[in-house]
């Protein structure tokens, strides 16, 4: 894949590559498709692979029809697995369009078991669902038909007219019509008696603790982990972690098996294995469950008078391709269990704000669980699977940030390296000294072509052929200021083969006209390491079979003539290069400019910085004396140097006794560890939020009892960022724990405490066991502007909380999955307390809190649903946060761009004291040699003060000049600097 780049954002130019690609594959897919049906039991597998691949999908029409006819079948197709059966309904009438045909005989068969009474109902287009399940059943479907959100409610339990058998019914709604999948409850399983997600989430409780328990910074741990808890809960022979790289192609990442099958770990597969419309399946159906790949598959019969066709892509039961089928039969898995893995997509422009709070989402890998044998999971158990692949899935994406992270802090170490080196020897410092232009990005070579010249380092081509590239470049994308490609011979370059496979791709980036600069890489096929076990001597691949081991044969003949693809940030680092090197290209003129520039900023930053630092400065001495939230701090040894009327008001505890005492003198002993480990790890740095400790009172206040805070820690930094002191910001809640505590006392009647109008009591909502709303009181009703029976006995998750056409809309689904996680613990007798939480009011006004969860207990002790206590931020400690955050980035803003002009004095700097030194070797008179030990001293000092970290020292030397202007003294100016 090649691109040029004109003036395009990485996000968008990267986006667009990657849509481009996947129309080329989902092209290969549709002839590979078609090559296997017509080929039947002949179909050779590795070549079909090699040929659809090379050839050219987008250029020939021919294939339009072919892939149209390949998605029709992908997405309409009339075939359903065995196991279980399905029906369409009408979505206005409730009565049948489409049946499959093992529907009438799974449905209405008569049991001997039970007492046949009346007419069997017929099942059979036109048929009314009411007449074919009992009436409870009957009437649970019909609640369950007019849902907004049907698919929270899955599965429904519900049992046949005649036959008393139970089935779940999985309820998805697709154009006009409601499909409805009956899968059997089996005889050993215990029948979950309600809906809802709440029920499948307790399955998966033990393996989200320990996900969640993980230390962040290793996705290998992460997924090892991942498939280790999925092969407890599943029981599968054989459960796998497997990526997609950038090309689309997957790779086994993490494995676990039962003994004796033979391991996977390491295998690399072409990105044809996977079709592009089973990606976009995945993407929207995340549990994907065959039960077993030999079943005959079942037809379903729709009503010819219908004007479209059915679509089955939500289906449970939607029968597995033919080529998948046999695919899985070469590898012996008869069954498996798939769990995609959705993560956001980093490319996106911009941050998630309330505007637009959903972002685009793309499909980073999946579980795959295999087995031996046939195999079924029942339904809520494989609910339980996809939400714990959606809580996986907010570790993998935590993951993901911190490496780009991690390269992002590298590139720009290694940038700012480069720059120091251009500087003083422009630009073949990039080439000749240590670190060079092959430490910027991962390659296996790099060149550079100046003043036409050629420098070489690691694996290139030829000067001759480098040459070459570059003429190929002027000629063909003379428009673009770079060029990427990870294979030169599908990019057109002509002369691609006599490369050999030691070098297919590469990147480039114009300097100027004639001034280049390239990186290449080897082909993919290096980079890879065979996984699994070895093969014995004498045995052989059949290649013309779909096995894992061929799929991995057939990637490496791919990439033979392809490297690793360019990422997004290796191209925005090569192109900030490019601009570094164009600014050092330009003549001394203007670096003139630039510093006459430079020095103008560094004048007028002093004067608006001072002024912005007194403004603040004042501000928050006055918003902490005056501040009506509790605000204290403390210096390096815990003795507190900070005390305002709030908390002194709140203590009884006067301002001028509290200076000068320990802290830990001042809390409750219950709270001493807390505050402890709190106090030593702010003076680390680690600042912790949200920590509850109590502290005590004195005076006419000390028959109150203690006070609770929730507190924030926030480290006090000179400019040199050494913690000079901390700072507590506090929120008083002495009043809601008290009513908490009142109301987890009581036995019987809660009502008079959580109906009260109290402005006291916090806004309290809560769930019974099946997770519908069973409690929402006036402060709840005042918080989000929905009324009480507005939210009674609708679903809690789905319903009142979440991402869409949710009365409380949250901002996006990792919070959706957070809520679910939290109240699942809550559920299993795990409470939560004081987690972020935060949503969209009725008004559209983001509301951000607290969040409490608790058990609720019957009178034999079972939990029977939870409770949640929202704790609010006064609007003063919401504003004294945002003075404190407004205070640190003014900081960061002033030391970012002190950096900067440092960094911008020192290379000139260096220049002139280089030539300095080499004038001191001449021959000078006396004159010349004074004039050389003033400038000596001058740049000492210069020298002394770009060292200086500190800002008071540097702003000194400025106001001695401007005292000495002010008193029109005359002084000498060598003097002053010996001085």
Known sequence: MSTSRPSQSSSNSGRSRRSARAMALATVDA????????????????????????ADGVNQPRHD??????????????????????????????????????????????????????????????????????????????????????????????????????????????????????????????PMTAAGALQSYKLAAKAITRLQSL?????????????????????????????????????????????????????????????????????????????????????????????????????????????????????????????????????????????????????????????????????????????????????????????????????LRTQTLLCDLVMRDAPLGIVSESPNIMDLVKCDGAALIYKNKVWRLGVTPSESQIREIAFWLSEYHMDSTGFSTDSLSDAGFPSALSLGDVVCGMAAVRVTAKDVVFWFRSHTAAEIRWGGAKHEAGEKDDGRRMHPRSSFKVFLDVVKARSLPWKEYEIDAMHSLQLILRNAFKDTESMDLNTKAINTRLSDLKIEGMQELEAVT?????????????????????????????????????????????????????????????????????EEKNVQFE???????????????????????????????????????????????????????????????????????????????????????????????????KMLLGELFGTHMAACRLKNQEAFVNLGVVLNKAMTGLETEKVPFGFFARNGKYVECLLSVSKKLDVEGLVTGVFCFLQLASPELQQALHIQRLSEQTALKRLNALSYMKRQIRNPLCGIIFSRKMLEGTALGTEQKQLLRTSAQCQQQLSKILDDSDLDSIMMVTWILKWLSSLCMKFWLPHLVRS
Request: charged share 20%; proline share 5%; aromatic share 8%.
């Open 618 to 686: 004042s501000e928050i001495v006055r918003l902490i004396e005056t501040a009506t939230v509790p605000i204290l701090a403390v210096d390096v040894d815990g003795l507190v140097n900070g005390w305002n009327i709030k908390i002194a008001e709140l203590t009884g505890l006067p301002v001028g006794e509290a200076m000068g005492k320990h802290l830990l003198t001042l809390v409750e002993d219950s709270s001493t560890d807390r505050v402890k480990k709190m106090l030593n790890l702010a003076l680390l740095g680690e």
């Open 31 to 54: 002839k590979l498709h078609a090559t296997f049906e017509e080929s039947g039991s002949s179909f050779d597998y590795s070549s079909s692979v090699r040929i659809s691949g090379t």
């Open 65 to 190: 029809k072919v892939t149209t006819a390949y998605l029709h079948h992908m997405q309409k197709g009339k075939m359903i697995q065995p196991f279980g059966c399905l029906l369409a309904l009408d979505e206005k009438t409730c009565k049948v369009i489409a049946y499959s045909e093992n529907a009438p005989e799974m449905l209405t068969m008569v049991s001997h078991a039970v007492p046949s009474v009346g007419d069997h109902p017929a099942l059979g287009i036109g048929t009314d669902i009411k007449t074919l399940f009992t009436a409870p059943s009957a009437s649970a479907l019909q609640k369950a038909l007019g849902f907004a959100e049907v698919l929270l409610l899955n599965p429904v339990l519900i049992h046949c007219k005649t036959s008393g058998k139970p089935f779940y019914a999985i309820i998805h709604r697709v154009t006009g019509s409601m499909i409805i999948d009956f899968e059997p409850v089996k005889p050993y399983e215990v």
């Open 215 to 411: 230390p962040s910074g290793s996705m290998e741990r992460l997924c090892d982990t991942m498939v280790q808890e999925v092969f407890e809960l599943t029981g599968y022979d054989r459960v796998m972690a497997y990526k997609f790289h950038e090309d689309d192609h997957g790779e086994v990442i993490a494995e676990i098996t039962k003994p004796g099958l033979e391991p996977y770990l390491g295998l690399h597969y072409p990105a044809t294995d996977i079709p592009q419309a089973s990606r976009f399946l995945f993407m929207k159906n995340k549990v994907r469950m065959i039960v077993d790949c030999h079943a005959k598959h079942v037809r379903v019969l729709q009503d010819e008078k219908l004007p479209f066709d059915l679509t089955l892509c939500g289906s449970t039961l939607r029968a597995p391709h033919s080529c998948h089928a046999q695919y899985m039969a070469n590898m012996d898995s008869i069954a498996s269990l798939v769990m995609a893995v959705v993560v956001n997509d980093n490319e996106e422009d911009g941050d998630t704000d309330a505007i637009q709070p959903q972002k685009r989402k793309r499909l980073w890998g999946l579980v795959v669980c295999h087995n031996t044998t046939p195999r079924f999971v029942p339904f809520p158990l494989r609910y339980a699977c996809e939400f714990l692949a959606q809580v996986f899935a907010i570790h993998v994406n935590k993951e993901i940030e911190l490496e780009y992270q991690i390269i992002e802090k590298n590139i």
């Open 695 to 793: 502290i005590k009172t004195h005076g006419s206040k000390m028959d109150s009892g203690p006070i609770s805070l929730v507190v924030n820690a926030c480290a006090s930094r000179d400019l040199r960022d050494n913690v000079v002191g901390v700072c507590f910001v506090a929120h008083d809640i002495t009043a809601q724990k008290n009513v908490m505590d009142k109301f987890t006392r009581i036995e019987g009647d809660y009502k008079a405490i959580v109906q009260n109008r109290n402005p006291l009591i916090p806004p309290i909502f809560g769930t019974d066991e099946f997770g519908w709303c069973c409690e929402w009181n006036p402060a709840m009703t005042k918080l989000t502007g929905w009324k009480r029976e507005e939210v009674m006995d």
